[in-house]
């Protein structure tokens, strides 16, 4: 049986326990710490707010509070998490401590460990752990960074110790960065590197400036950079390029390379990758390291699929395949691929389908008001086409060519070449060569066809085929001119060593004088189709753009202002239209298709 004293005591425990349990159950529990400025308009979204901590702590001596456990901050419509944090309430500044997350709606958020918030000027400094990294996400976009600083004031985020963004189309590494979550404008300073996520692109964009926005996915290029991809690379100071069109717009002298080895230089340029073509604007120069030659222009258009251009605009073309260079001139000068054979079907031998090849040459046009200039050969014409598979040099309508001081014309001259080295001359229709001895006596040959042999530049045989007329000033022994042969005959051969005419031959009967030069009238000195065309000679390369005034009257006598538009339009593919208000009138379009000499060749 127990005491009084023992039943107080056991009772009095018993009181105690059941009043002192619950005191220690509220103090485990965490308290929630009401806001610094209970009656403040917290939509303000100038001002930052403690809405929770689990605990909070302030020294007497201390100018900030500690905060621990499930602390959450709000700035407008800005959520701020942390483990914990040092908070001054007085500037509204603050130091956050693991498992920082900044929100804001459902659209952006940035993670980081540490946090370091700057209250008067706005500006969030987030830190990350060894090993790890401060993201901020803003939708498909997602920027990594060892310390990211974060204007909230302006909206604008940036880093200075190397970066990293992606979207769901492009990766973009550099050493500085900027991004502005409200625009989607996105700014990378040294180092830039901007490479496609797709797996089956090769794009790759090397920069020190670039702009870039993560919602057109379009990048401005602003120091010198390169783009690069599966069919070439760009080069360029100042440009635009859309990474999900491959379209870029360049300026400043940017260059286009090509896998095949061309170049494309302007002050302007579009380039459209997927489709392949370019567009220049602005001395622009095309030059194919393949083949050795240029292309100058204000205007050019280039195919890279099916290998064709465009050229206008003080066009020149400069092929520098051997020592001499030739330049070429036209109002438009064009190159293609023209297919000159099907494959097709031809039989069934045995179960076994046999075909025919196909065949594809490259051409080259130029028109109208030709001139070109080399040092060993200058001419002029109304068109010019060089076809690759021949190695063929045709000019048609008046061509006139020179050589020293040896001059052809005729209807239509073709130039056969060899390493672009003269290797024969060919006038199918009423050739004449004539060369200029000394005074008024010129050596002169015609005939129905002609057709003359080089040897290193020099010509070494004429052949003439049909209606032969001559006239001929054999140089005497001590090198003087005493008498003037005229004679006719059907055929000719002729050789040649430097300006000595070495042996004529002609059959089968000839018909012909020689006179003494002292009386020699002087009706007799030339033949009736002579003409010297010297004043149309160009005699630099600047001076295949200069057209006199007489050759324009050539081409126009003529009746023929652009006639190798017809080899246009049966190339196989048209590389573009040709605007109408380049082509003169309405009545060269109706001559240019009925033009019979043109569907011939």
């Not at 990594?144 to 189309?169: A, K, Q, R, W």
């Not at 797709?198 to 670039?210: C, M």
């Not at 602003?222 to 069919?231: Q, Y």
Request: hydrophobic residues 40%.
């Amino acid at each position: 049986m127990l005491g009084r004293r023992s039943f107080f005591v056991i009772a009095a425990a018993t009181l105690l326990s059941s009043v002192i349990a619950p005191a220690a159950y509220r103090r485990t529990e965490a308290p929630v710490i009401k806001p610094a400025i209970p009656t403040a308009d917290r939509s303000n979204p100038d001002r930052v707010f403690l809405e929770q901590a689990d605990i909070l702590r302030q020294q007497p001596a201390d100018s900030f509070m500690t905060l621990v456990g499930n602390v959450i901050f709000t700035k407008g419509p800005m959520i701020m998490r942390c483990d914990s944090a040092h908070f001054v309430a007085e500037t509204e500044s603050m130091e956050a401590f693991g498992n920082v997350s900044m929100e804001q709606g459902d659209t952006l958020f940035v993670y980081a460990d540490i946090l370091d918030y700057n209250g008067p000027a706005e500006i969030a400094t987030l830190y990350a752990d060894p090993g790890k990294k401060v993201r901020l996400i803003n939708r498909d976009v997602t920027l990594s960074t060892d310390i990211f600083v974060y204007d909230i004031g302006i909206d604008l985020g940036y880093y200075e110790v190397g970066g990293e963004l992606t979207d769901p189309n492009n990766t973009l590494t550099s050493l500085k960065g900027e991004y502005v979550p409200a625009t989607k404008e996105a700014n990378f300073y040294t180092d830039v590197h901007l490479f496609s996520r797709n797996e089956t692109d090769t794009l790759n964009i090397y920069s020190d400036t670039l702009y870039y926005n993560t919602n057109s996915h379009i990048a401005e290029l602003l120091s010198p950079s390169r783009v690069i991809n599966a069919r070439g690379t760009i080069y360029t100071n100042l440009g635009v390029y859309d990474t999900d069109s491959n379209r870029a717009t360049l300026f400043s002298r940017s260059t286009v390379v090509t896998q095949q080895g061309q170049t494309l230089t302007a002050d302007t340029i579009f380039y459209d990758r997927n489709a392949g073509f370019g567009e220049a604007w602005g001395n622009a120069v095309m030059t194919d390291t393949v083949h050795k030659a240029q292309l100058l222009a204000d205007y050019t258009f280039y195919n890279e699929l099916t290998d064709s251009c465009f050229a206008t605009g003080k066009a020149l073309v400069k092929e520098y395949s051997s020592p001499d260079t030739l330049y070429a001139h036209g109002r438009y000068i064009e190159s293609f691929r023209k297919l000159d054979s099907v494959n097709v079907q031809a039989d069934t031998i045995r179960g076994i389908k046999a075909f025919t090849r196909i065949d594809t040459s490259h051409v080259a046009i130029i028109y109208p008001r030709v001139r070109f200039f080399r040092n060993d050969m200058q001419g002029i014409c109304d068109s010019l086409q060089f076809t690759q598979a021949d190695s063929m040099l045709r000019m048609f309508i008046n061509p006139v060519v020179w050589n020293e001081d040896q001059q052809i014309f005729g209807k239509l001259i073709e130039v056969k070449l060899n390493d672009s080295t003269i290797e024969r001359v060919t006038l199918p229709d009423q050739g004449f060569t004539a060369q200029h001895i000394e005074g008024p006596h010129y050596n002169q040959m015609s005939g129905k066809k002609m057709e003359a042999f080089f040897e290193n530049g020099e010509m070494r045989r004429l052949e003439i085929d049909g209606n032969v007329e001559i006239i001929m000033y054999p140089e005497e022994n001590d090198s003087t001119l005493n008498k003037i042969i005229n004679a006719e005959s059907s055929f000719l051969t002729a050789w040649f060593k430097g300006r000595t005419t070495e042996k004529i031959k002609v059959w089968p009967q000839t018909t012909g004088t020689a006179t003494p030069l002292f009386l020699a009238k002087k009706s007799i000195y030339f033949l009736p189709k002579f003409n010297w065309y010297e004043d149309m000679r160009p005699l630099s390369p600047a001076d295949v753009f200069i057209v006199p005034a007489a050759m324009e009257d050539l081409m126009i006598a003529a009746g023929r202002q652009i006639p190798i538009i017809n080899i246009r339009r049966r190339a196989d593919e048209r590389i573009m239209p040709m605007p109408r208000e380049q082509i003169d009138n309405e009545k060269d379009i109706q001559d240019f298709d009925t033009d019979p000499a043109i569907s011939q060749n």
